[in-house]
Structure formats: structure tokens, C-alpha cells
């Protein structure tokens, strides 16, 4: 089975400064991998996907994640953190659960950012 | 284009009784899926629909069972609720065409379940 782990469960950073959460992935087969975002009281919103194209993906809101293949990595960069990136920030990989293609999730990592 | 709507918003429920949640899913897809978050916890895969027909399960029990109508709309409906079935369920919809289908998965809002 395939999974994502999350290093990190709270993530602080300064406005301003670069934002780095780190997801690693554990899989037998090239990984399809997900970033997504959730703030307070709502669903989740994806900022990013990696298909097996481009290693370097750039997502919503400035964000961007790298697929790492020798160090089964995926970790989330933003350069210059705003107040409105605050939220919780899950990491996950699709894999395929009967017929169904389902998403694996991380345990998420709350990033805070201070003014 | 019309997004992931989920109904209702927030239900409490005593612990024995049985519950219906509503999916609505976005404008063009044909597939849902179900995910249960608990507090402070990444979702969990319930379970997917396609084509009206259960096509995938996670480790959650049978009185976790779900439907899917001609319209790709869904419902879950949870019974004999226990303290545990506590969270957040999340509704996500996607494109099949054959096969696994997309990758890419659109999340609705969640309705928060509270079990006394």
C-alpha cells in the first residue's frame, strides 16, 4: 500500500519568509501526489498535483513542490509566506483501492504564520 | 461551473441512531467519494461510487453504506452511530471514463457530524 508521511505537525514562519513543509511518499509504483489546503471550518482545496510529468510543479497562491524520486520526497515551498497561507496543509498520494482510485492522505501540518 | 455541495452543514446526533449525509458533485463528474476526517487527522477513504455501483472501500465497517443516483449526486448513510463516527465527512467528486478514472479529486465543504 502506499503512503505519505508528513514531518512536521506545526510549522511556524515569519511573513515574509519561506515556507517548506515536507511530505515523504512510500510507494511501489510511480506515485501520483497531491498537495492540499484546508482552512478553518471548510473542505480542502488542491493547490498542486504531480502526474509523472514536469518534477517541479507550480501551483495555486504561489506554491510549488518538487517530486524527488532518489529521496521519495514531495515537499511544499512557498518563497514569501502572507498571513492568508495560515491553514493546514495535507499531503497525498492516489492509489488504487478495488476499482476505485482513492486518495491516501498525511496526518497534515498546521502552518502558522506570524506578522 | 457549479462546485461540490454538500447538505447539511452541521448535525448532532445521539449515539444508536442513524444518520444521512448529501453529496452533490461538481458540474460534469460521474464519480464520488467519501472521506471521514476526525479531529486533528488527514481524511480517511470511506468509499467511492461510479456508475452507481460501489467500485472501492476502506477499512470502515458495512453500517458505513452509500448510494449514487442517475444525476452522479450521493448519499452516506451511517447507522447504529457511535461516540467515534464524530468528524468531519467530506464529499469529493471526479471524472471516470473507464478504467481508474482521473487522479485529480474536488472537495465540498463537509458537514460536521456530532454523535452524543
Known amino acids: 500500500a502506499q ?3 508528513q514531518l512536521g505537525s506545526h510549522v511556524s514562519v515569519s511573513e515574509g519568509a519561506l515556507v517548506l513543509l515536507r511530505c515523504n511518499y512510500s510507494s511501489s509504483v510511480p506515485p501520483y501526489l497531491f ?10 482545496q488542491l493547490l498542486l498535483k504531480y502526474t509523472s510529468a514536469a518534477t517541479l510543479v507550480k ?8 517530486f524527488k524520486k532518489s529521496e521519495t520526497s514531495f515537499h511544499l515551498t512557498k518563497p514569501s509566506a502572507h498571513m492568508s497561507d495560515a491553514a493546514e496543509y495535507f499531503c497525498a498520494v492516489s492509489q488504487i483501492s ?13 502552518l ?4 | 461551473e457549479t462546485g461540490v455541495t454538500q447538505s447539511p452543514t ?3 446526533k445521539t449515539r444508536g441512531q442513524q444518520v ?11 464519480t464520488v467519494s467519501w472521506y471521514q476526517q476526525a479531529l486533528g487527522q488527514g481524511p480517511q477513504f470511506i468509499f467511492q461510487y461510479y456508475r452507481e455501483e460501489e467500485n472501492g472501500r476502506g477499512n470502515f465497517p458495512p453500517r458505513f453504506s452509500g448510494l449514487q443516483f442517475p444525476n452522479y449526486s450521493s448519499e452516506l448513510n451511517v447507522n447504529a452511530l457511535e461516540l467515534d ?12 471514463s473507464g478504467g481508474y478514472g482521473r487522479n485529480e479529486q474536488f472537495f465540498g465543504p463537509g458537514t460536521r457530524l456530532t454523535v452524543l
Not at chain 1, 498537495?35 to 480542502?44: A, E, F, I, R, S
Not at chain 2, 444521512?20 to 460521474?30: E, F, K, P, V, Y
Request: glycine share 10%.
Open chain 1, 3 to 5: 503512503s505519505v508521511t
Open chain 1, 35 to 44: 498537495w492540499y489546503v484546508q482552512y478553518p471550518n471548510q473542505g480542502l
Open chain 1, 59 to 66: 501551483g495555486i497562491n504561489g506554491f510549488e513542490a518538487e
Open chain 1, 98 to 110: 478495488g476499482s476505485a482510485r482513492q486518495l491516501t492522505f498525511g496526518s497534515g501540518t498546521q
Open chain 1, 112 to 115: 502558522t504564520v506570524l506578522p
Open chain 2, 10 to 12: 452541521h448535525l448532532i
Open chain 2, 20 to 30: 444521512t449525509l448529501r453529496c452533490s458533485s461538481q458540474s460534469g463528474h460521474n
Open chain 2, 85 to 96: 463516527d464524530s468528524a468531519l465527512y467530506l464529499c469529493a467528486s471526479s471524472f471516470a
